[in-house]
């Protein structure tokens, strides 16, 4: 079974289990982007936190979750493009990476919790979405 914390040579892998686990890793941090914001609203820092950086370790991991043989099959939204702009595709995903480092330093302290984590949190699901995801 594809775990979410370990990721073995992709030739263990097959096509399906890299497609179905990167759709498993975004599927958890929507959830948890979910929880982050109504922890946050709840000032329940300690908790959101957590979310966020177990959210930063997320999109690190996925980088590796595109490789060439996983364009297309198994219902994957991914568009093409990716693999055209690789380079941009991963520093975006890396920036969504970086954003919830520093949404976690600076959301104790802001004075507009709802517009902080739209800022770096819910703009870079968007920034990436509308390039590099089908529309759903
Ligand atoms: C750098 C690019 C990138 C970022 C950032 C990103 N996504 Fe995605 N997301 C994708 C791609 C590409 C797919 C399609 C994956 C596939 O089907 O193989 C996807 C798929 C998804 C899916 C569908 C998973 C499934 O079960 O099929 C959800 C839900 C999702 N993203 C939520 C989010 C949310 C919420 C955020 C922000 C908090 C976010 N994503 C940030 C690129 C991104």
């Known amino acids: 079974?594809?775990?979410?914390?370990?990721?073995?040579?992709?030739?263990?892998?097959?096509?399906?289990?890299?497609?179905?686990?990167?759709?498993?890793?975004?599927?958890?941090?929507?959830?948890?982007?979910?929880?982050?914001?109504?922890?946050?609203?709840?000032?329940e820092f300690e908790a959101a936190i957590e979310l966020m950086n177990k959210m930063s370790q997320n999109y690190t991991k996925l980088i590796d979750y595109f490789p060439d043989n996983t364009k297309e099959g198994f219902?994957?939204?991914?568009?093409?493009?990716?693999?055209?702009?690789?380079?941009?595709?991963?520093?975006?995903?890396?920036?969504?990476?970086?954003?919830?480092?520093?949404l976690a330093s600076v959301i104790e302290d802001a004075d507009d919790i709802r517009g902080t984590l739209k800022k770096h949190m819910w703009s870079s699901c968007k920034a990436c979405h509308s390039k590099f995801r089908m529309p759903h």
Not at 16 to 28: L, N
Not at 75 to 102: G, V, Y
Request: no cysteine.
């Open 75 to 102: 219902d994957t939204e991914a568009l093409p493009i990716i693999w055209e702009n690789k380079d941009e595709f991963n520093a975006l995903m890396q920036k969504a990476s970086d954003n919830m480092l520093t």
């Open 1 to 43: 079974m594809l775990t979410l914390f370990t990721f073995p040579a992709y030739s263990e892998l097959s096509v399906e289990e890299i497609i179905k686990g990167r759709q498993a890793i975004f599927s958890e941090n929507y959830k948890n982007a979910k929880r982050v914001q109504a922890l946050s609203s709840e000032l």
